[in-house]
């Protein structure tokens, strides 16, 4: 597998006391927890980020952090799981869940029937549409964000970063920049709001004074749907009402941090096996 992955980290950048009081209380919070964490003034942070001019008042580095590029990892673990015999049905969505006795018999998609001993949902943003047609609701709300990705940028991180008070992220990733942000809660849909896009653009020279970044094009703008839930918390478990059902979802801007674990709790719940852990803080009837 080869990703893009690396650990370097994540820099919080701070331009006002407010926030670089919160940042630092946060970083010590972390540190208390057995993360690596360290607050750096302005001098640290030129000496890890010397080819920018910051305009910044200090900084939080989780030097724990990692990143890689998304668009690398899943063709690979598709692939990887079609060798072992994993089939995938596309081109489809589910139609109808077929329930009979408080269990998941079938799934009806517009490409044909499937069968089921255990039915996963794990549907993302699509989460409260699917489990709906199985007679389970679950309160959970798209949260629309923006990004654009730059190839060769004349300058580069070394560091992912976080624009505090913007609400920017900034990932390097092979030889691209992803400029990212927003929260844009509304139902799914396919409208592009340029001003959100904009905010991001001009947020970035206000701490890296030498990146001037210009306005994208619209076919340009990446956007993605993060399913967040009323308490911040995914849905993991078996549903109260359906019992073959597990729900998988609801990670908000984790998804890819918290993948591997939820998906080691479903598998374990779907072959009856012993949970590493107590997710009743997950339950999908807790709303």
């Known amino acids: 597998f080869d990703f893009a992955f690396e650990k370097k980290g994540i820099i919080m950048y701070y331009k006002t006391e407010k926030f670089g009081e919160e940042e630092v209380h946060l970083g010590e919070k972390a540190r208390s927890l057995g993360l690596d964490v360290e607050a750096l003034n302005l001098e640290q942070l030129k000496a890890l980020e010397p080819g920018l001019d910051l305009d910044v008042l200090g900084g939080v580095h989780y030097r724990c952090d990692a990143h890689l590029y998304p668009n690398k990892l899943i063709p690979q673990l598709a692939g990887k799981l079609r060798s072992m015999g994993v089939k995938f049905a596309t081109g489809s969505g589910v139609e109808k869940i077929i329930v009979e006795s408080g269990k998941v018999r079938k799934l009806i998609t517009g490409n044909g029937e499937y069968d089921a001993d255990v039915a996963i949902i794990a549907a993302g943003s699509w989460l409260p549409a699917i489990t709906k047609l199985a007679g389970v609701s679950v309160s959970l709300m798209p949260g629309k964000g923006y990004s654009f990705t730059l190839d060769n940028p004349a300058r580069k991180l070394n560091i992912p970063a976080i624009l505090c008070e913007a609400r920017v992220a900034i990932t390097p990733m092979d030889n691209r920049m992803r400029y990212g942000g927003t929260m844009e809660i509304a139902p799914v849909n396919d409208k592009i709001n ?86 009743n803080a997950f339950s999908v009837d807790r709303f």
């Not at 904009?198 to 993605?224: A, C, H, Q, R």
């Not at 597990?246 to 918290?258: D, K, N, Q, T």
């Open 194 to 279: 340029m001003k959100r896009v904009e905010g991001i653009v001009n947020s970035v020279p206000s701490y890296f004074k030498n990146i001037d970044l210009n306005m994208p094009t619209e076919k340009d703008i990446w956007y993605g749907f993060r399913p967040c839930t009323p308490d911040g918390l995914p849905y993991i478990g078996f549903s109260g009402k359906v019992k073959n059902m597990i729900v998988a979802g609801g990670h908000a801007m984790s998804g890819l941090s918290l993948g591997p674990a939820t998906g080691k709790i479903a598998a374990d719940l779907a072959a009856g096996e012993q949970l590493p852990m107590d997710i």
